[in-house]
């Protein structure tokens, strides 16, 4: 059974970097296709898309964060991992990993979430 | 605002059959890439519905189907029921963008 856990600070001043970290149980980001995705969710609003990191150490950002985004894997720990840097108060916002439905380092679904890691950026 | 686009809200009556558009372009929609459909029950995280056609995952009713028409996707659900109402967000691959994205999500109301 594939699931995922974030963990991280649930409060964050402007200006700093977010780390969160993705805990990985029921398969490996070994595997061939293997993915983790990371996207977050304002109150409210849509689900955004931010990161993902393949089996093979590829990585995809989204074209308006890509500056400010870091995803790294430790395959040893079965983790992945989040950096954001410079947060604002409209970063605030649920963080999910997920795992991505896939055999290549192209499209596919996210078919399992972790529970999300509420962060709310202020001063 | 995204670049997949969907109606703010749906609402139908138990029973009936309603579709969710979500309209992109030939870099996305438009390729070979499948559309994903999420529902997300109030309080709750995001669940994976279906993609494609009918690629459900264990557990999702058959009253859940979708199809692709040129740059859109779209969702349909039948027999409607009071526990269908929920957000439901659309999801595809960028060829372009090399980018997963989501639309702006739709609120399906049962009356």
């Known amino acids: 059974q594939i699931t995922l856990k974030e963990s991280g600070p649930t409060l964050v001043k402007p200006t700093q970097t977010l780390t969160l970290t993705c805990a990985l149980s029921?398969?490996?980001?070994?595997?061939?296709?293997?993915?983790v995705g990371w996207i977050r969710q304002p109150p409210g609003k849509a689900l955004e898309w931010l990161a993902l990191?393949?089996?093979?150490?590829?990585?995809r950002y989204s074209p308006s964060l890509k500056r400010r985004v870091t995803i790294t894997k430790d395959t040893s720990k079965n983790r992945v991992v989040l950096s954001m840097t410079n947060m604002d108060p409209v970063d605030t916002a649920t963080y999910y990993c997920?795992?991505?439905?896939?055999?290549?380092?192209?499209?596919?679904?996210?078919?399992?979430w972790g529970q999300g890691a509420m962060v709310t950026v202020s001063s | 605002q995204s670049v997949l686009t969907q109606p703010p809200s749906v609402s139908g009556a138990p029973g009936q059959r309603i579709t969710i558009s979500c309209t992109g372009s030939?870099?996305?929609?438009?390729?070979?890439?499948?559309v994903h459909w999420y529902q997300q029950l109030p309080g709750t995280t995001p669940k994976y519905l279906i993609s494609?056609?009918?690629n459900r995952p264990s557990g999702v009713p058959d009253r859940f189907s979708g199809f692709k028409s040129g740059t859109s996707g779209f969702l349909a659900i039948t027999g409607l029921q009071p526990e269908d109402e929920a957000d439901y967000y659309c999801q595809c691959y960028d060829v372009s963008l090399s980018a997963w994205l989501f639309g702006g999500g739709t609120k399906l109301t049962v009356l």
């Open positions: 029921g398969f490996s980001l070994s595997t061939r296709g293997a993915g």
């Open positions: 997920a795992h991505r439905l896939g055999d290549d380092d192209a499209g596919g679904a996210f078919d399992i």
């Open positions: 030939y870099s996305n929609i438009g390729t070979h890439f499948d």
């Open positions: 494609g056609n009918s």
């Open positions: 990191i393949f089996w093979n150490d590829s990585e």
